[in-house]
């Protein structure tokens, strides 16, 4: 069966600090691969999306990256982190042929 | 692009009372609908789903059906318990632009609340 781990858990980084968030799916080849942002008001922000290994997509502009070094593998980044950025972090992904979206457990960011 | 409203809350029952938690949205073509339910500190999970109109997706007691000439998809529970406290996200897919599948447009959740 499919599996999708986030880490760290939960994060705590000042500000002007950089960033590294790491997804990882088991089970699967070739998956849909997205991050979204859940701010404190709850709704859920779609940042960057993926389709395959190099090929990111961004959805608004902003102080955050992402990249994908491998199939299952999608890393969200910040060079310099802002107070605006902590948040509910998760990441999801569709199989080929679906549309349902599984999530990861997310990570926790708090920037100081 | 699609657009979701759904009642944010907090929408507070007490045990076994009848839950409807309204649902409808703005999409180009006929996208599929889910509720996905986020229980405190998780991620999201998917409760249900439905692919075409009329049809009623159902699991663990909810339903919700695809009512294309009103574009909503109401979730309902005849008798809610306290586990199901959580937040609710109603979910159409988002336009297919052709580069892959782009993933669902997400509402602002309804965050519900059972009171035993």
């Known amino acids: 069966s499919q599996t999708i781990h986030q880490w760290p858990a939960t994060l705590v980084q000042p500000v002007g600090s950089p960033l590294s968030l790491e997804c990882t799916v088991e089970?699967?080849?070739?998956?849909?691969l997205y991050w979204y942002r859940q701010a404190a008001g709850r709704g859920l922000q779609l940042l960057f999306y993926?389709?395959?290994?190099?090929?990111i997509s961004s959805e608004v502009p902003q102080n955050l990256s992402a990249s994908r070094p491998q199939d299952r593998q999608f890393i969200l980044s910040s060079k310099k982190l802002l107070l605006s950025d902590s948040g509910f972090y998760l990441c999801?992904?569709?199989?080929?042929?679906?549309?349902?979206?599984?999530f990861g457990p997310g990570t926790r960011l708090t920037v100081t | 692009g699609n657009s979701v409203t759904q009642m944010e809350g907090p929408v507070t029952l007490s045990e076994e009372a009848f839950l409807t938690i309204n649902c409808t949205y703005t999409?180009?073509?006929?996208?599929?609908l889910f509720w996905y339910v986020q229980y405190p500190g998780e991620g999201l999970q998917l409760l249900l789903k439905?692919?075409?109109?009329?049809d009623k997706g159902s699991n663990k007691g909810f339903e919700a059906t695809y009512r294309k000439e009103t574009t909503s998809f109401h979730l309902e529970k005849g008798s809610v318990q306290v586990s199901d406290s959580a937040v609710y996200f109603c979910?159409?897919?988002?336009?297919?632009?052709?580069?892959?599948?782009?993933?669902?447009?997400f509402g602002k959740g309804t965050h519900l609340i059972i009171q035993p």
């Open positions: 439905a692919t075409k109109a009329d």
């Open positions: 999801a992904w569709i199989g080929s042929g679906s549309y349902e979206q599984y």
């Open positions: 993926s389709v395959g290994i190099g090929q």
């Open positions: 999409a180009t073509g006929y996208p599929s």
């Open positions: 979910a159409p897919t988002r336009p297919y632009s052709g580069g892959g599948a782009d993933g669902l447009t």
């Open positions: 089970g699967t080849s070739n998956p849909n």
